[in-house]
């Protein structure tokens, strides 16, 4: 059956499209079908959820206790006088602008450094996933210690070179690159994400590129990056969406607190507090609206962007 | 089942999958027969591993002694607990009698959350040997919504052979604030760079509110801070100037130093830590060098050294629970029963009785003994007093730590610093 | 296979990519290393011996860990697997069906459809859990596994619809179009081209789905409430306690470490599936 098909799709090439009214209808209806488990879970298990924290944001709401209506008090606050929110926006930025392209960047080189099938790259591409298998777990917060502590191993080697130290996850200059490159150093995801992309590539494109003589860097910007370049798009979409609400990383390593002196208050860090722990759900919740807008621009401008460079099959 | 022999017919695998299906339903229907009398209750806590295996015990004789109340337990770690509490509480599940700590408690008692306990107090639960301040801190009015299970003081843990050394063991007998800061100044010099004094407990609410009682004064009174702004200036000011001659570390040491294990004392960085008093027994076990627990500084001259001994944890009911009889039976138990006592030791804090103390007295290791003499001693020095937390306090706490770390990192003054407290705690108490 | 001849005839170049490979690999796994190191080492020696190599070894952390929390470790292992298990189940088949309607189907509102599947991706998760909560508390499905795996089966995951687009998207549409003329319908397109074809990615979303569920915490700490249906990570979680000074640092790194071996283990199995994927299904371009 399958072989069938290719031999078809060898033969068949040219065959154009020849879409009836009838057979879009058709179409539409097997749309139906085939989104019919999404379009529940969309309604029952997200829709109404986000409606109700639309309308809560609305609201006093205290987890505890019935809400009481406050207008547009809370997008008020958070837009003009919580200098602590304020914060969190700017070093949740910070943390955006500068891990994400640098995770997706390395993840790609090393994707395709790493592409082929042989034992040693298999070998490495398990090691530098391993980071990414710790994921938030507790122990990430004394590793951390272990490393950019007083007395970590960044310092016994600095102050072995002479130079001077600092605590580096104590010190509010340096607390939010710490977690930056926690964030690096998880590159896992985006690397399998290209490296499945990479073996999708048709050998006989990437082969007929050497037969015209390219050297691997020419092959990496002829045939590679466009080709991968709807990965690229997802990884950079997917990782800034990610980035914007990573919350587990400065609580296992700040303790929850954000600190020290809210260098690492991440927004839903500071979402979460002011909701779970400060009992204003309401404010929690028209912050995160106000975080789905800010995540939605970034995104639909990366959309829009990607017209001018992302590549796909059609 | 079987009734219907309408499906395909029974291999002889299906007929043996069937029968222990059918034989795992005879032992549940069995199992759930033979406690068909028994009430089904649900108890929480939050703690280490120490505390789960006690409670675990503990609840264990309590259904030997009480058939019928079958009782589910759910545990978790602090930080974990009061991730759930509120989602439990908001969607309708919460258990029927769980551990509550001071720095929420009100959050839920001002929200009318908690059972009224009153009418079981005297039938069902006994309170006539409990310490002033277990029962007295859950009660408002009429109602005592919530019922203490320790009773604890905060207190100076010091590093013996450390203090030895510098020659400063002696400060000790008249601790003054400013005998306080000298001492662990001399010994922050005497350990040689980056070794301090103590620990910088500029952020540590409940010695802020030792040193605020200590004037006369409290946390809170009638819903608002109890204290003035200079009061606040005045501790903020203090702390500094302890980082300034190393008798306390940089802001930079103290923020990596969250947890027992991390501290500066147990890291051999300082001589000295405040705590909670049954804290030292977490905290020699991991330490090699001997530990001693001594009362806070107190002012010149004072009559009674402002120390307050209370409750800090509390067994509570949620105003929704079905079961309030019997979650009151437990608490009961907890508190009073001499086994239960036993078996739960100090693992909840100090006892909260008398009774309890004799108990634990007789068993205790060197450093709970240790604890148990401190609270012996310091409840005739003792403030009469037991006043308590207020609703937003979980949120004070956090933000006294903030402020106290911006002062020690330079960004603000220690006026700047009171100042800013007191213009969020409007908004918080508001 | 296709390694280029360039670099197969440049030994030097070899064996400097080589060098550099480990030391970043070492690099990286120093972390990971510590963790094991310190999993083998006595409570005592975790944070005053930094080295790589215990001075003392022991395997106590391990044999006490495994039974210190009253129900044995592997417990906790059996209930976050059969979790993943389920996750996996649900992702693969309700992801990919929507993804194909996504990258493939015309049908009214499909653009507006799309958006409001990213903008679910959007929404903090802190916020929506909540509501949630309260209809699985009246479901009477809370302290059972239903909250966790259940939505799964209702793609969710917006994160493996919009992955599994792009990869279908990818997909020349020669191949859709050649079935067609050979009289396929949509249901036979997706079930006997697009679906095989996108093994690679579908590996993905197993592997994901069972990364993440492995390791999600928020949402198992509010539904799973007895201990004996805690899955692995809330289990860690018991071995610290802030307030009361229980600092089992060994066994958290040791059970950490047992936690880790299966994640591993698969990532090796599956991550060769990934790198071979396209060989063995067979198409050329």
């Given amino acids: 059956m399958a072989q069938d098909t290719v031999e078809a799709v060898i033969t068949g090439k040219q065959a154009t499209r020849d879409a009836t009214a009838a057979s879009r209808r058709g179409e539409a209806w097997a749309a139906l079908v085939f989104l019919t488990p999404w379009i529940l879970g969309i309604v029952l298990l997200t829709a109404l959820p986000m409606i109700g924290s639309f309308v809560l944001s609305f609201s006093n709401y205290d987890l505890l206790s019935a809400p009481r209506w406050v207008g547009t008090a809370n997008y008020e606050r958070l837009l003009f006088s919580d200098p602590r929110y304020l914060k969190s926006l700017e070093v949740t930025t910070v943390y955006v602008l500068v891990s994400v392209p640098l995770a997706v960047a390395v993840a790609l080189i090393i994707a395709v450094t790493l592409s082929e099938a042989t034992r040693s790259a298999n070998f490495f591409r398990g090691v530098y996933y391993l980071p990414s298998l710790l994921g938030g777990s507790v122990a990430i917060g004394v590793l951390w210690r272990q490393i950019f502590g007083s007395s970590g191993l960044v310092n016994i080697s600095l102050s072995g070179l002479g130079f001077q130290t600092t605590s580096w996850i104590g010190d509010p200059r340096y607390a939010l690159w710490t977690l930056i490159i926690l964030n690096v150093w998880q590159f896992g995801a985006p690397m399998v994400i290209f490296l499945a992309g990479v073996r999708q590539i048709p050998k006989e494109v990437v082969e007929a590129t050497i037969m015209d003589g390219a050297n691997p860097v020419q092959r990496f910007f002829r045939i590679t990056l466009p080709l991968l370049s709807p990965l690229i798009l997802f990884n950079l979409v997917m990782q800034t969406i990610t980035a914007f609400q990573a919350f587990v990383p400065a609580y296992v390593v700040s303790d929850g607190s954000g600190g020290p002196i809210d260098s690492t208050l991440f927004y839903t860090l500071y979402l979460y507090l002011e909701g779970f722990r400060n009992f204003r759900m309401g404010y929690a919740m028209s912050m995160a609206w106000v975080l789905l807008v800010i995540i939605a621009v970034f995104t639909a401008l990366s959309f829009y962007a990607s017209r001018f460079w992302v590549h796909y099959e059609s | 089942m079987t009734t219907f022999p309408r499906g395909p017919r ?387 706490e956090s933000l006294l730590n903030r402020l106290n770390a911006s002062v020690g990192f330079e960004q603000t003054t220690p006026e700047a610093a009171a100042e800013n407290f007191f213009s969020e705690a409007d908004r918080i108490l508001g | 296979m296709s390694e280029a001849p360039t670099q197969a005839t440049n030994p030097a170049r070899r064996a400097g990519r080589m060098l550099l490979l480990i030391a970043v690999a070492v690099l990286m796994s120093y972390p990971l290393l510590w963790l094991i190191a310190s999993s083998f080492k006595p409570e005592s020696l975790i944070f005053s011996d930094p080295g790589l190599i215990p001075a003392q070894f022991t395997l106590a952390n391990y044999l006490e860990g495994w039974n210190r929390l009253g129900v044995p470790f592997g417990i906790f292992m059996l209930n976050s697997a059969v979790i993943c298990v389920l996750a996996i189940v649900g992702n693969l088949f309700s992801c990919s069906v929507a993804a ?160 880790l071996l299966p994640l591993f283990i698969l990532f090796v199995l599956f991550q060769r599936q990934i790198a071979e994927g396209i060989a063995t299904t067979g198409l050329k371009g």
């Avoid at chain 2, 306990?117 to 006539?128: A, F, P, R, V």
């Avoid at chain 2, 013996?160 to 100044?185: C, H, P, S, Y």
């Avoid at chain 3, 679910?120 to 929506?128: D, Q």
């Fill in chain 2, 10 to 396: 029974l291999d002889r695998r299906g007929a043996l999958k069937l029968s222990i299906g059918g034989a795992a339903a005879l032992w549940l229907g069995s199992a759930t027969q033979g406690f068909a009398q028994a009430t089904q209750i649900k108890a929480s806590w939050y703690g280490g591993q120490d505390t789960h295996d006690r409670m675990q015990q503990a609840l264990a004789l309590f259904s030997e002694k009480n058939p019928d109340i079958q009782v589910g337990v759910e545990f978790a770690p602090f930080a974990d607990f009061y991730d759930r509490l509120p989602v439990q509480y908001s969607g309708g599940g919460a258990p029927d009698v769980h551990r509550h700590s001071m720095t929420y408690l009100f959050d839920y008692i001002e929200r009318g959350l908690l059972a009224d306990l009153t009418q079981h107090i005297g039938s069902t639960i006994d309170i006539s040997g409990l310490y002033p301040g277990v029962v007295e801190i859950g009660t408002a009015g009429e109602q005592t919504q919530a019922i203490g299970n320790n009773q604890i003081a905060v207190a100076l843990f010091y590093n013996q052979e450390k203090l030895d050394a510098a020659g400063v063991t002696g400060a000790l007998d008249n601790l003054t604030w400013d005998a306080f800061r000298d001492m662990a100044i001399e010994l922050g010099q005497a350990g040689g760079d980056q070794h301090y004094g103590t620990n910088d407990a500029g952020g540590f609410i409940a010695l802020f509110e030792l040193f605020v009682t200590q004037r006369g004064k409290g946390l809170y009174s009638d819903g608002a801070l109890g204290f003035d702004r200079q009061d606040l200036a005045d501790w903020f000011t203090f702390w500094h100037s302890m980082r300034a001659e190393r008798g306390a570390p940089p802001p930079s040491v103290t923020a990596e130093s969250a947890g027992f294990q991390n501290s500066p004392m147990v890291r051999n960085l300082a001589a000295m830590q405040t705590g909670w008093c049954q804290q030292l027994v977490f905290f020699q076990a991991l330490m090699t060098q001997e530990l001693g627990i001594h009362a806070c500084p107190s002012p010149e001259g004072a009559s009674d050294n402002g120390h307050l001994i209370r409750a800090l944890d509390f067994w509570v009911a949620p105003a929704r629970s079905a079961h309030v009889e019997q979650s009151a039976r437990l608490i009961d138990f907890l508190l009073n029963d001499e086994e239960a006592i036993q078996t739960l030791g100090l693992t909840l804090g100090g006892p909260a009785s008398d009774k309890a103390s004799a108990i634990l007295a007789e068993t205790a290791d060197a450093p709970s003994a240790k604890i148990l003499n401190y609270l012996e001693e310091l409840r005739p020095l003792a403030s009469p007093q037991t006043p308590h937390w207020i609703s937003g306090h979980g949120e004070l």
């Fill in chain 3, 100 to 259: 194909y309607a996504f990258a493939r189907l015309e049908f009214p509102f499909s653009k507006l459809a799309f958006g409001l599947m990213l903008l679910t991706l959007m929404l903090p998760f802190h916020v929506t859990v909540l509501p949630q909560y309260i209809v699985f508390q009246n479901l009477g499905a809370v302290n059972t596994i239903i909250p966790l795996v259940l939505p799964k089966f209702f793609a969710v995951d917006a994160f493996f619809i919009f992955l599994l687009v792009q990869f279908i998207r990818g997909i020349p549409r020669d191949l859709d179009q050649a079935a067609e003329m050979d009289g396929c319908n949509k249901y036979q397109i997706f079930w006997h081209i697009i679906f095989p074809i996108c093994r690679p990615a579908l590996v993905l979303v197993a592997i994901f789905t069972f990364l993440w569920t492995w390791s999600d915490f928020f949402s198992q700490l509010i539904y799973l409430n007895q201990v004996e249906k805690y899955t692995a990570p809330l289990a860690l979680n018991l071995f610290i306690d802030a307030t009361s000074g229980e600092s089992a640092w060994g066994m958290l790194f040791a059970m950490s470490v047992i936690t």
